[in-house]
C-alpha cells in the first residue's frame, strides 16, 4: 500500500533531483528547507557526507560549557524530562550553544549507537556550514522552528534521521543555544513538535527566575489562572522604559527585538503600571488582559559588553521604511558587510547600530561604541588599537586592549568616522583589510573578527574629494548605506508629536499644548531632529505644572517665530531661485541660543537632582555621560 509518508518521500527525492542535478528550487518545499539548501549549496557542504570534524578536545568542551553556564543551569530540568519521554523511543534530545555546538544530550541509550555514527555527541558542532541542513544549525540560521525529516537533509548520510529544534533566546532577544530532538527516521516527521516548543518556552520562562537588576517584571495573560506559568508574557522595566521581555510577550504585543530600550510603559499600555494583584489592564489597541507584577528583582545578565548605554527616544519613532532598511541591515552585518549609516545629527544613527547589533546574529558579542569626535586626537590611536605595557609616559599598567579587540566576535561602532585624522584612517584601513590588528607598542599582530558599523552627519563624498577622507577606506565602508530621514522631511510628524509627548510624562500629568502651540512646532524646521524635540518637549514638560496647557508664549523665540515649512523641503541642497533659502549654519546657531538657555536650566536641574552624579544625571535627561560633559564645556 502507498502510504502518505511513501508519497512525501517521493516528493523529496524529486526535489533532490532537480536541486543537485538541475540546479532549480521546487516551489513545493518549504521555504527555511530551500533557503537552507541554497546556503548549504554557497558554503559547498559535500551532499553526500559533510567532511570529518573532529570532536573537541576536554579542555576545549569545559571552556564551551563555562560560556554557556547559565544556559545549561536553565535547561537541565527540561534535558532531564525530555530524556525521559524518550527512554522508549528511538530518539534523543540535544541541547546546543548558540553556535551549534553541542553540549549535553539525554534519551533512548538503544539509540546512543546510531547517533554516535552520526555525530550526534557532545563535542561536535552541528551549524548548517559544518553538516548541512539540520534541525539545529537551520533554526540557527531561521531563528526559529525547524523540523528535517529524512532525505530533507542536504547530507544523505544524515537521511536516516528525524529532527526537530528551536532556538532559546535570552530576555534581551540573544541567541543562547538551540534545545534539538532527533530521531530514526522511521518515526512521523515533527513527531516531538510540540515537546520541543513547550521545552523552550519553559527555558525563556526560567531565565526571568534570575536576578533582575531592580527592575519591575509585568506578567500578562487573557486568562488570570495562567500568570506565573510559562505561557505568560513578561516584560521587564527598568524607569517605565522596556529592557527586556519573552518571546511570548514579543508576539502578544506585535513587538520586536529591537524595541527593547526604546518603548516606555505608555507606549504599550493604558492606564497605570499594577502592583503586586491581578488587575484587568487595557493595551494601546484596546485589547484587554490580565496583569500584575512580580515585584523588584536583579537583570538577567545580557551578554558582556564593554558599554551597555540606555538607548535615547529616535528609536521610537522610526516608520515602516526605516525599520526595512534595519532588517537589510541586519542581513548586511550578518553576511559579514560593513554598514555606513548617514543622517543629520539627532536623527538616531546611533540607536539604529544598536538595535542593528541587538537584531542580528552577533548580539551575543559585545557592541564596542567610540566616538571619533568625543575623543583627542593624540588619544584615538590608543583608545582604538590599545597599547602594550609602557607603551607611552603614562600608559595604564598591563596595557589596553583597544576598541577594536574589544568588539572581538561582536560589532565595532564608529560614530562620527569622518572626524577620524587621516593617520588613524591608514591604520584602520590595514586592519579591515588584514582583520589584524597591532597594539602600540606591541611586536606581533592579534587576528581579530568584527564587523564595522560607522556613522556620520558629514557628506563622505566631499569629504573625499577635500582630502579629509581617504578614499579607499570611504570605498571600504560603504559597501551598504542607511540613510535616516531629517524630522522635517517626516510625514507623519503628528504622530511623532504625539508618541514624545506620552514619552515625556505629558499623559500622567495631564498636561496638553494649546493649537497655536502645536502649530508652531509643526512648522519650525527642527535643526537637531528627534534629539532636539525630545530635549525641548521634555523640558517643557518638567516645567509646567500638572494639568497645565503650555502656550505659543512659552516656547522659545526660535520656535514661535518660525516660518511654515515649504510643500517640498529640500535642507539637504542649495535653494534653487524663487524658493525658501535654507537654515545656514549662522541662522542655526543664532536659533539654537534660546533653547540652550532652557537645556542648561534642564542640565543644572538634573545634576542638582542627582547630587554631582554625573553619570545618574545624563541618565535622567537620556544622554551619554560624555555627551553631557560636552554640553557643559559649550
Sequence with gaps: MFTRR????????????????????????????????????????????????????????????ERSDTLLKLA???????????LDSPGLVLLTDADGLILERRGNTGFLRKAEDVSLRPGMNWSEGARGTNAIGTSLAERGLVGVWGYQHFCQAHSTLTCTAAPIVTPFGELAGVLDVSGDASLAPGYARGLVQMAVAQIEHRWFTLDLGGRRALSLHANPTLLG????????????????????????????????GQLRFQHLFKGAMPGEITVPMKLRDGRELFARCTGVRQAPRAAAEPERRQPGPAGVYWDTAIRDQLKLAMRAVNADIPVLILGETGTGKEMFARALHASSRR?????????????????IESELFGYEDGAFTGARHRGSPGKIREADGGILFLDEIGDMPLSMQARLLRVLQNREVTPLGGKGSVVVDFVPVCATNRDLEAEVRAGRVRADLFYRLQHFCVHLPPLRERPEFSSLLDTVLRGSGADERRIRFSPEACQALHQYRWPGN???????????????????????????????QSRPLPDQPCPAHPSGPGEPRAMDSTDQNDAQEPLRVITRHAVDQAIAAHGGNMSAAARSLGLHRSTLYRMLQR
Design 530 to 560: 528627534f534629539r532636539e524635540l525630545a530635549n525641548l518637549l521634555r523640558t517643557l514638560v518638567a516645567l509646567a505644572d500638572d494639568g497645565a496647557c503650555i502656550q505659543l508664549a512659552d516656547l522659545p523665540p526660535e520656535i514661535r
Design 229 to 260: 506559568s510559562w505561557q505568560e508574557a513578561i516584560l521587564l522595566f527598568e524607569d517605565e522604559v522596556l529592557m527586556a521581555a519573552n518571546r511570548v510577550a514579543i508576539t502578544l504585543l506585535g513587538l520586536d527585538w529591537g524595541s527593547l
Design 76 to 86: 537541565t530540568p527540561e534535558l532531564d524530562a525530555m530524556g525521559e519521554c524518550l
Design 363 to 379: 548580539s551575543h558579542k559585545p557592541l564596542v561604541v567610540l566616538n571619533c569626535a568625543a575623543i583627542p586626537e593624540g588619544l
Design 6 to 65: 511513501d508519497a512525501d518521500s517521493a516528493a523529496i527525492q524529486k526535489a533532490r533531483f532537480l536541486f543537485f542535478e538541475r540546479g532549480e528550487a521546487p516551489a513545493w518545499l518549504p521555504g527555511p528547507l530551500i533557503r537552507s539548501w541554497q546556503r548549504c549549496a554557497e558554503l559547498r557542504v559535500p551532499p553526500e557526507r559533510p567532511e570529518g570534524v573532529e570532536p573537541m578536545v576536554q579542555q576545549e568542551m569545559r571552556l564551551a560549557k
